[in-house]
């Protein structure tokens, strides 16, 4: 069975850098068919896609967050990460990682989700 | 202001049926799959329907979905109290080469 699991800091202050993991188990992220990505949920509020990202590199982000998010994948350690910079408190949110079957598809596994706070 | 537009909420009593809409344009819904996502409480949320209208292993043919042009339905009879939760539509939109999401219809099962 197929499990993602977040990982990284709970709190971030004002102008940093946020930085999360997704550990995938009990399978490869080798997948020619899967897109691997973050989307997060600030409190009280809806989901919002951030970007996704396949085992090649190649990479699609949400146009309102470009210009200050990176997610890259690291293939030999069945990993890939998400970098945000210059928080500031809109984007404290749970964090989720999942998986995507086919760019044009669906999320078919979702980590449980990490809280990220934003305050000094 | 979300890509996708959702009913903040919906109610229905037990044993009923409800509907929740999703409302797109051509760049998303009208030429992409939709999917429909269930979030109880605390948790994350859960595929309920991928490629329109299929439901993965283990979803009951209690909840269903259709496509029609740009906009798509989630259907769920028989309401259970164990429905209530939030639910999201998610596709992807061609223009922004980005998926997107509804805003999210909460389900009160009276």
């Known amino acids: 069975q197929l499990q993602l699991q977040e990982s990284g800091p709970g709190l971030v202050k004002p102008s940093e850098t946020l930085s999360l993991t997704c550990t995938v188990s009990?399978?490869?992220?080798?997948?020619?068919?899967?897109?691997w990505g973050w989307i997060r949920q600030p409190p009280g509020k809806g989901l919002e896609w951030i970007g996704t990202?396949?085992?090649?590199?190649?990479?699609y982000y949400n146009p309102s967050l470009r210009s200050r998010v990176t997610i890259s994948v690291d293939t030999s350690k069945n990993q890939f990460s998400l970098k945000l910079s210059s928080v500031t408190a809109a984007d404290t949110a749970v964090y989720f990682c999942?998986?995507?079957?086919?760019?044009?598809?669906?999320?078919?596994?979702w980590g449980q989700g990490t809280l990220v706070t934003v305050s000094s | 202001q979300s890509v996708l537009t959702q009913p903040p909420s919906v109610s229905a009593a037990p044993g009923q049926k409800v509907t929740i809409s999703c409302s797109g344009s051509?760049?998303?819904?009208?030429?992409?799959?939709v999917s429909w996502y269930q979030q109880l409480p605390g948790t994350a949320p859960k595929l309920l329907i991928y490629?329109?209208?299929n439901r993965p292993s283990g979803i009951p043919d209690r909840f269903s979905g259709s496509k029609s042009g740009t906009s798509a339905t989630l259907g769920i009879t028989g309401l259970q109290t164990g429905d209530e939760a939030d639910y999201y539509c998610?596709?992807?939109?061609?223009?922004?080469?980005?998926?997107?999401f509804g805003g999210g219809t909460k389900l009160t099962v009276l």
């Open positions: 999942a998986r995507r079957w086919e760019l044009r598809g669906y999320l078919d596994y």
């Open positions: 998610e596709t992807w939109d061609s223009s922004l080469s980005a998926g997107v």
């Open positions: 490629d329109n209208n």
């Open positions: 009990g399978g490869s992220i080798n997948s020619r068919s899967y897109y």
């Open positions: 051509s760049s998303n819904i009208g030429n992409n799959y």
């Open positions: 990202i396949d085992y090649t590199g190649s990479r």
